[in-house]
Antibody
Framework: QVQLQESGPGLVKSSETLSLNCNVS??????????WGWVRQPPGKGLEWLGS???????YYNSSLESRITISVDTSKSQFSLKLTSVTAADTALYYC?????????WGQGTLVTVSS | DIQMTQSPSSLSASVGDRVTITCRAS??????LAWYQQRPGKVPELLIYAASILQSGVPSRFSGSGSGTDFALSISGLQPEDVATYYC??????????FGPGTKVDLK
């Protein structure tokens, strides 16, 4: 059973960079059948797809974030990462990592990131 | 980008009622549609993929239908544990994904 676990600071200052990792266990991060992604959910709001990455390193980003977002993968550590630069209060959200084969069948538990001024 | 809309945005129903939520895509997406359930304070869970295929372990009272641009999620016999927000999502341009805004279901 694939398991995903997000980790990273829960508090980030405005204008700084948000950095999160997602550790994958119970399955290979290198399988070419899957891709890995990030989704966020601001408090009380809906789900927003942020971006996806294949084990090869090919990335796809939400066009609204393309100038600020970087997703990377480290297959040797079985983890992938999210960086979001120049954060504002609007980036305060619960951040989920997930595994995709089209849809997302596996999700992490989520990690709350609060952007402070 | 493909835009997803859902209606209604919220609904209240009684235990045992049949509930239907609709989802519309801004362009044709074949059957590349998934539905997720997010109970309060919990992680989203996959209910249905390919518009109508139930994920393993999902109760049979859930069903999905549709193709092209119009889709529906039905719950036949609402249960208390079905109180949740339901999201549709297209993966027609996977790995670029789009979620609908969600439909909140609660009990009368």
């Amino acid at each position: 059973q694939v398991q995903l676990q997000e980790s990273g600071p829960g508090l980030v200052k405005s204008s700084e960079t948000l950095s999160l990792n997602c550790n994958v266990s119970g399955g290979s991060i290198s399988s070419s059948n899957n891709y890995w992604g990030w989704v966020r959910q601001p408090p009380g709001k809906g789900l927003e797809w942020l971006g996806s990455i294949f084990p090869s390193g090919n990335t796809y980003y939400n066009s609204s974030l393309e100038s600020r977002i970087t997703i990377s993968v480290d297959t040797s550590k079985s983890q992938f990462s999210l960086k979001l630069t120049s954060v504002t209060a609007a980036d305060t959200a619960l951040y989920y990592c997930a595994r995709g084969t089209g849809y997302y069948a596996y999700w992490g538990q989520g990690t709350l990131v609060t952007v402070s001024s | 980008d493909i835009q997803m809309t859902q209606s209604p945005s919220s609904l209240s129903a009684s235990v045992g009622d049949r509930v239907t939520i609709t989802c519309r895509a801004s362009q044709g997406i074949n059957n590349h549609l998934a539905w997720y359930q997010q109970r309060p304070g919990k992680v989203p869970e996959l209910l249905i993929y390919a518009a109508s295929i139930l994920q393993s372990g999902v109760p049979s009272r859930f069903s999905g239908s549709g193709s092209g641009t119009d889709f529906a999620l039905s719950i036949s016999g609402l249960q208390p544990e079905d109180v949740a927000t339901y999201y549709c999502q297209t993966y027609h341009r996977a790995p670029r994904l789009s979620f609908g805004p969600g439909t909140k279901v609660d009990l009368k």
